[in-house]
């Protein structure tokens, strides 16, 4: 409950300040994917007419979007040994599970293994 009041109160004001930048700043901005082009060269009229505000959400947007990729290829390893240990503990437990079968000990269970915990059998 603490982390979701916490949160409103980053997120709200954020979310005002980012809404107030907008409205500051919709004036158009010229804007020309040509990176060869020389300043002289550049005219006004060939770029394309953009809000500024939507120019930076934009490049923001590109942004978080490259972190959260680059987060994911680095991540990647520790994915990759999750899965072998996950695999490695299904077939323990089906080995183990194998085991009880054969010797005619009880199935476990949740309630067995606190028994045991325990000691009350």
């Known amino acids: 409950m603490v982390k979701k009041i ?8 954020l979310c005002l300040a980012l809404i107030a930048f907008a409205l500051a700043n919709r004036h158009l901005v010229a804007v020309n994917l040509n990176p060869f082009a020389a300043p002289a060269q550049l005219d006004p009229a060939t770029g394309y007419g953009i809000p500024l505000f939507v120019v930076l959400y934009i490049v923001l947007l590109i942004g978080v979007l490259m972190g959260g990729i680059a987060t994911w290829f680095a991540q990647s390893e520790h994915r990759r040994r999750e899965r072998h240990w996950r695999k490695e503990t299904q077939i323990l437990t089906t080995e183990v599970e194998t085991l009880r079968r054969r010797s005619g000990e009880r199935p476990a269970s949740p309630a067995n293994d606190l028994d045991d915990l325990l000691e009350l059998r």
């Open 6 to 13: 916490i949160g409103w109160l980053v997120l709200v004001p």
